[in-house]
T-cell receptor, first 109, second 117 residues
Framework: QKEVEQNSGPLSVPEGAIASLNCTYSDRGSQSFFWYRQYSGKSPELIMF????GDKEDGRFTAQLNKASQYVSLLIRDSQPSDSATYLCAVSGYSTLTFGKGTMLLVSP | DTGVSQDPRHKITKRGQNVTFRCDPI?????LYWYRQTLGQGPEFLTYFQNEAQLEKSRLLSDRFSAERPKGSFSTLEIQRTEQGDSAMYLC???????????????FGSGTQLSVL
């Protein structure tokens, strides 16, 4: 059974700080990795994807991938209260994505 | 096209009743997925279609669950003889299979929140 593990949180950071969200996965054959943001009562929204080892930056977001350690992370710079949400890590499998339970992020003004 | 559309947004039903949900994917996408999400959990995969073919259905939760995509466009998910444990958010997503391989970026609809009383 493929597993994706995330700390459920909540992770609390002050406004303007860097938020670091982490994810580990069990399937060494996974090739694609995704971060989704989900506001309470809403559906998941894709915010980042990464396929290769290293860092990928998009605005205030940086995704980091280490396949050897089976570890994916998401950094959010200059965190804003509007970033308060649950962040879901998703890992590719055979034609589907397996999701973690998500980490709740709370950004205080 | 404004994205993946799901209907209804909310459904309240009594235990034992049948319910059907509809999903319209992004028009150029040829893969359609159904997921279920309960409180505090990540989305759980149920089934998916490529065009009209249902390529994976072993993860449907029981034989009370079925899905169709008769013309390769919209899809329906039916739950027969609903139980209180079926209460959840049912999410539909779509993606594009390109000739060079699968684009695994899934785009979700707003979901259907099912409450079974």
């Amino acid at each position: 059974q493929k597993e994706v593990e995330q700390n459920s949180g909540p992770l609390s950071v002050p406004e303007g700080a860097i938020a670091s969200l982490n994810c580990t996965y069990s399937d060494r054959g996974s090739q694609s990795f995704f971060w989704y943001r989900q506001y309470s009562g809403k559906s998941p929204e894709l915010i980042m994807f990464i396929y290769s080892n290293g860092d990928k930056e998009d605005g205030r977001f940086t995704a980091q991938l280490n396949k050897a350690s089976q570890y994916v992370s998401l950094l959010i710079r200059d965190s804003q209260p509007s970033d308060s949400a649950t962040y879901l890590c998703a890992v590719s499998g055979y034609s589907t994505l397996t999701f973690g339970k998500g980490t709740m992020l709370l950004v205080s003004p | 096209d404004t994205g993946v559309s799901q209907d209804p947004r909310h459904k309240i039903t009594k235990r034992g009743q049948n319910v059907t949900f509809r999903c319209d994917p992004i028009s150029e996408h040829n893969r359609l997925y159904w997921y279920r999400q309960t409180l505090g959990q990540g989305p759980e995969f149920l089934t998916y279609f490529q065009n009209e073919a249902q390529l994976e259905k072993s993860r449907l939760l029981s034989d009370r669950f079925s899905a169709e995509r008769p013309k390769g466009s919209f899809s329906t998910l039916e739950i027969q003889r609903t139980e209180q444990g079926d209460s959840a958010m049912y999410l539909c997503a779509s993606s594009l299979v390109a000739p060079t391989g699968v684009d695994e970026k899934l785009f979700f609809g707003s979901g259907t929140q099912l409450s079974v009383l």
